[in-house]
């Protein structure tokens, strides 16, 4: 008996912003895998198009707007024949105006939503019009998507936290995403063997908040993230543990712990700071001093000394004057960061700091931005450079660009390139470090572990 496969139908995803909007991406082609639809890169021969879109800052929206024009050149040249999505931050905060300034698309859904595609595209192909999904839905979209099944790369990811209760004064997220939500330890545990059982060394748990997790354990009471750490640590063959984005007002005292007693937890953090000014840190309604943020880095590193930090800043928000700019600098040299994402202020409709007094005009910004991200770039270029000599554990993530080189990643997320056999991947292996460029490292396998590859038969 032959098994009558379902259609086969090309399905292209587009994704901007963050981590977690990477994590969904996946998830929604997970959802659509069962009604026929197999990835494709090229936009002529896709059945379905889905933008999955960022509404951090004005730039990150325009450029959705931008795509969907040439978009509509590619579903006339199909003759309609194309399933036009848009996915979430910008579905979620603009669903109606999409719909009027490009009609050409049929499905705008949120970022809550997604468990509804394939009754959405169902609907589409019966409407005239859009078929809108912005609302957030009472039930839990984690219980009804499926499992994945995909093959995983070495590195994964994993939403364990949505959504936003901290209301800082310049951000959409608490408007796009919903209040804060956390998955259950027993939901989250089950996806990390599962994601493990496919191939991920590594598993990065993602949130907006996320260290303001506290998912239900099984014995009723909700969890901390630190315990949650230490349980996925347990699970066999998961050699690293990372979480991503955190704030500082949720950092407490177990997680602090964790990092020390936890090896399979990496020693890199991303903390955003946003400012190192007082009185702009309270006009951002942060709810944390620069001097709060200084003595956490010092809790953090007495727990774990080789914890590297990366962070976000905000240049020109509203009312930032001379002298605030100058605090941020202090706290930057003060912390000394190893990675960093820095951004001019950019008013987004709907939030507090919109309507602020003391706008920052655009040439004091870029300039304020230029020396904020030339202090960072030499942070990161220093930390770079010191990693040089040292052995570092590293975890094999594939072939490198040139032929014969393997690329991998340091504790302190530093991409490496060394030359080494295939059959290293997946695996953590020492690499000396040989050099630091400013974005990654170069290294060398000692000669002890170039020979017991050598000495290994091959499959
Ligand atoms: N303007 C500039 N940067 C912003 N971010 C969030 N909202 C804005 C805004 N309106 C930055 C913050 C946050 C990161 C994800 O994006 O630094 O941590
Ligand atoms: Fe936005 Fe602040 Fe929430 Fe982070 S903590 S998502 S910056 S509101």
Redesign the pocket.
């Known amino acids: 008996m032959t098994e009558t496969a379902a259609p086969r139908k090309r399905l292209l995803i587009r994704t901007w912003g963050c981590q977690m909007n990477v994590y969904d991406s996946a998830r929604m082609a997970d959802v659509l895998a069962p009604l026929g639809y197999a990835p494709t890169e090229a936009v002529e021969e896709a059945d379905m198009v889905i933008l999955n879109t960022c509404h951090i800052r004005e730039k990150a929206t325009e450029k959705v707007f931008s795509d969907l024009g040439r978009l509509r050149d590619a579903k006339r040249s199909r003759g309609g024949d194309m399933v036009i999505a848009v996915a979430g931050c910008v579905a979620q905060a603009e669903g109606a105006e999409i719909t009027a300034r490009a009609p050409w698309v049929d499905i705008v859904l949120g970022p809550q939503s997604y468990h509804r595609l394939p009754e959405m595209v169902a609907r589409a192909s019966r409407a005239a019009g859009a078929v809108i999904e912005t609302d957030f839905p009472a039930e839990d979209k984690f219980d009804h998507l499926p499992e994945t099944t995909a093959p995983q790369g070495v590195t994964a990811f994993l939403t364990v936290q949505e959504g936003?209760d901290?209301?800082?004064s310049f951000?959409v997220?608490?408007y796009t995403r919903g209040s804060e939500y956390s998955r259950p330890v027993a939901a989250v545990v089950a996806e990390a063997e599962r994601l493990v059982a496919l191939g991920a060394r590594e598993v990065t748990l993602l949130g907006?908040?996320v260290n303001a997790w506290h998912g239900e354990g099984p014995d009723g009471h909700a969890w901390t993230l630190g315990r949650l750490a230490r349980r996925l640590a347990e699970i066999p063959r998961l050699a690293r543990i990372r979480y991503t984005?955190s704030?500082p007002r949720d950092m407490d005292d177990d997680l602090v712990a964790a990092h020390g007693d936890t090896p399979a937890l990496m020693p890199f953090l991303h903390l955003?700071v946003q400012s190192g000014s007082d009185r702009i840190l309270k006009a951002m309604n942060r709810g944390h001093t620069a001097d709060d943020y200084r003595r956490l880095v010092d809790r953090l590193r007495a727990a774990r000394p080789d914890l590297a930090l990366s962070t976000d800043i905000i240049a020109g928000h509203p009312g930032e004057s001379d002298a605030d700019h100058a605090a941020t600098l202090a706290l930057i040299r003060d912390i000394g960061f190893a990675q960093s994402f820095s951004f001019k202020y950019s008013a987004r409709p709907g939030t507090p700091a919109a309507t602020m007094a003391g706008p920052v005009g655009e040439a004091v910004k870029d300039a304020r931005l230029a020396e904020i991200q030339a202090l960072l770039r030499d942070q990161q270029a220093e930390f770079n450079r010191s990693r040089t000599g040292m052995v570092a554990d590293v975890l094999v993530t594939g072939p490198g660009r040139h032929p014969g080189q393997m690329a991998g990643r340091t504790p302190w997320l530093n991409p490496v390139h060394f030359a080494g056999p295939m059959e290293l991947a997946g695996q953590v292996v020492p690499v000396t470090i040989t050099a630091g460029h400013p974005n990654s490292l170069s290294g060398v396998l000692p000669t002890s572990v170039l020979a017991t590859t050598r000495e290994r038969p091959a499959a």
């Open positions: 936003c901290k209301f800082c951000c997220v608490p907006q908040n984005t704030h955003p």
